[in-house]
């Protein structure tokens, strides 16, 4: 059977001249394929099968074994891989792809999501500080992992003098209910409005507009470190292309 599917690249493993490629797509969600002839650089396939290569695949299934017989470049993003801390941020993107979703489902808001925050890097219209916490928290909200934002998880207060977010949890709690005897007081990382507002509008605002919002250095920088440490109980594990990205960044 032959499918021609658009999707990119996340991880591309070579194997003896040939490669193991995990693409994700609109329709199909994640799907693992092979391309041969693929380790000299003189072959079709080469450039369209590189990871966070945007491509249309023509793909050809045998016996449950997925194989390109085709593929085009739609959009390679030179400008990603010419800058070491972009193209460390673009990996760990692609790597959390990878590790949340799941294969077999419909993917097209996480592609698309993936596509905006790659063009968003390569044109340069956004930092990569405000990238990451984009990616992370709207993602994880697409995996199912939305973290419960709407208000304190005792009283439901929307905004007080006070908020604090529970990573372990995914929850807020406001100052007044962390001062009661009764109330879980461990974990807590307090958290300022306007990063509260950022992390609402990342995971409720509308795809056109996610966006469109501004926060100072201070901000983002506690919205990154907030948002990553959900991240990681989330996942249960580390990213090599997060401590990678981190190190750059400094």
């Known amino acids: 059977m032959q499918t021609t599917i658009d999707g990119i690249v996340l991880r591309a493993r070579s194997l003896e001249g040939d490669r193991l490629l995990n693409i994700l797509t609109a329709e199909l969600g994640l799907i693992t394929a092979y391309a041969n002839r693929t380790g000299n650089m003189r072959s079709r396939l080469a450039a369209s099968t590189e990871a966070l290569s945007y491509s249309r695949f023509v793909l050809f299934t045998h016996r449950g074994r997925v194989t390109v017989d085709k593929a085009d470049s739609n959009q390679i993003f030179f400008a990603v891989r010419a800058d070491f801390e972009k193209l460390c941020l673009a990996s760990y993107f692609a790597q959390l792809a990878g590790e949340l979703l799941t294969a077999a489902e419909p993917a097209q808001e996480p592609l698309r999501l993936l596509l905006n925050c790659l063009h968003y890097l390569e044109e340069g ?102 948002s990553e440490q959900y991240l990681l109980t989330r996942a249960e594990r580390s990213f090599p292309a997060l401590e990678m990205y981190k190190n750059t960044a400094l």
Request: charged share 20%.
């Open 125 to 226: 219209k956004r930092t990569p500080a405000q990238l990451k916490p984009i990616f992370e928290l709207r993602l994880l909200t697409l995996a199912g992992f939305m973290p419960g934002l709407v208000g304190c998880r005792v009283c439901a207060e929307y905004t007080a003098e006070e908020m604090f977010f529970f990573p372990l949890e995914g929850e807020l709690a406001c100052g007044s209910c962390l001062q009661k005897d009764d109330a879980p007081k461990s974990g807590g990382v307090p958290v300022s409005a306007g990063v509260l507002a950022a992390m609402r509008h990342i995971i409720y605002a509308p795809a056109e507009r996610l966006f469109s919002f501004t926060l100072g250095e201070d901000g983002l920088r506690s919205l990154s470190w907030i």
